[in-house]
């Protein structure tokens, strides 16, 4: 059974940090395209970052400079360091784990920020 399960959110005041956390079972992580998406009260659910099986990245323009994916295949464990945060940054954020024929989501963790 495929688990993509987040981890780290929550409340926090504007300029700070959080980082998120995704921990995968069921699947050959190391073969897998790793990403990071968030979805807003009332929008659509975004791209927020990936990461190749190789390790390439890439981020939305908005997150650029601030956001950082990484993966650790040894613990099949993918991470959004997520600094200089905005009130726009709140919503929940999704790890989803895919590759031509599949693709898997987490159920999700709240980022909310606020003063």
């Known amino acids: 059974q495929v688990q993509l399960v987040e981890s780290g959110g929550g409340l926090v005041q504007p300029g700070g940090s959080l980082r998120l956390a995704c921990a995968a079972s069921g699947i050959s992580f190391s073969i897998f395209h790793m990403g990071w998406y968030r979805q807003a009260p009332g929008r659509q659910r975004e791209l927020v970052a990936t990461?190749?099986?190789?390790?390439?990245?890439d981020y939305a323009d908005s997150v650029k400079g601030r956001f950082t994916i990484s993966r650790d295949n040894a613990k099949n464990m993918v991470y959004l360091q997520m600094t200089s945060l905005k009130p726009e940054d709140t919503a929940v954020y999704y790890c989803?784990?895919?590759?031509?024929?599949?693709?898997?989501w987490g159920q999700g963790t709240q980022v909310t920020v606020s003063s």
């Open positions: 990461i190749t099986r190789g390790g390439s990245t």
């Open positions: 989803k784990g895919y590759n031509s024929n599949y693709h898997y």
